[in-house]
């Protein structure tokens, strides 16, 4: 009787897992193939993302006034100073970020956009270099050189290749990787007290729809002002449709960050990881069978060369973890690249404590 309570335990800890991630697949999952569905037919992807960042903003508000309510605490309000300061930069890289991420679904297959965005791991290992974020190590010039080659091999001579909309998504990965630097720099500012993620979204969402405005403007402003699917309806219904499916969109961004962050709660961000890299195999597989993207044998070597050297950046700092002894917070990013968000955990603590800290910063692509 005494050995059944454990294995129950920790049968009940498996299951729970196992849900967490699942959820997390179909939330993360499914918004890679709605923003490529949605595309399709709805050609302004920088418009779309400033809907989802207003929903997502009213969401995190909602969430914040039910805690608050729950709770009888009042939530951390940022003073301008502070907020134009500090979160400003980490608003306006991870904008730029999420807006090339779904420009980029315009031109090029789910396919190259996945392999392509694995390679922001890339770019945040030279940004934590240069931040002094992380020390340079043999074993991160292995990882940068495995991630490099795979790329190479996964676009070289690739028959569904586009210029224009990899150079979006490989310039997002780069932007990708100063906003992760950026986000680690802002969130380890305890006196902030931005350290719950719903918190962080409520204050990142406001200056990421101005951050993306000018773009909008310039490059989609005056074609939607003239497009008969918004502005210039002439079907009630069909205005209806594309604004439910925008007001869809973002419920799926918001649900990821939120299942993200249920995850890590529960489990660590080290799981979070592991399960980012099945599911950018999950994806590519349903991507190859669901949209016919055509996956070359070469090109399978340079995802696997990647994945490989992302499965190493993350082996390492789950040794250097444990090799410190006590948890300490984990100074690399280890969710996945298609990230929508990057949440670290801190310091063990009772539930009821909100001092546990996590990286954070918004996105649903």
Known sequence: MGRCAPDVAF????VL???LVLLYYCFSIGITFYNKWLTKSFHFPLFMTMLHLAVIFLFSALSRALVQCSS???RVVLSWPD???????TALATALD??????SFLYITVSLYTMTKSSAVLFILIFSLIFKLEELRAALVLVVLLIAGGLFMF???STQFNIEGFALVLGASFIGGIRWTLTQMLLQKAELGLQNPIDTMFHLQPLMFLGLFPLFAVFEGLHLSTSEKIF???DTGLLLRVLGSLFLGGILAFGLGFSEFLLVSRTSSLTLSIAG?????CTLLLAAHLLGDQISLLNWLGFALCLSGISLHIALKALHARGDGAPKPLKGLGSNPDLELLLRSGQPEDEDNEEEEYFVAQGQQ
Do not use: C, D, M
């Not at 049968?11 to 498996?14: D, F, I, K, P, Q």
């Not at 890299?277 to 195999?281: D, G, R, T, W, Y």
């Open 83 to 89: 907020y134009l300061r500090r979160v400003a930069p």
């Open 277 to 281: 890299i099945f599911k950018e195999v």
């Open 17 to 19: 897992t196992l849900g």
């Open 72 to 74: 009888h605490r009042a």
């Open 155 to 157: 676009t070289y001579k």
């Open 232 to 234: 210039r309806f002439q």
């Open 98 to 103: 999420v807006g090339l991420s779904n420009w």
């Open 11 to 14: 049968v009940w800890r498996a």
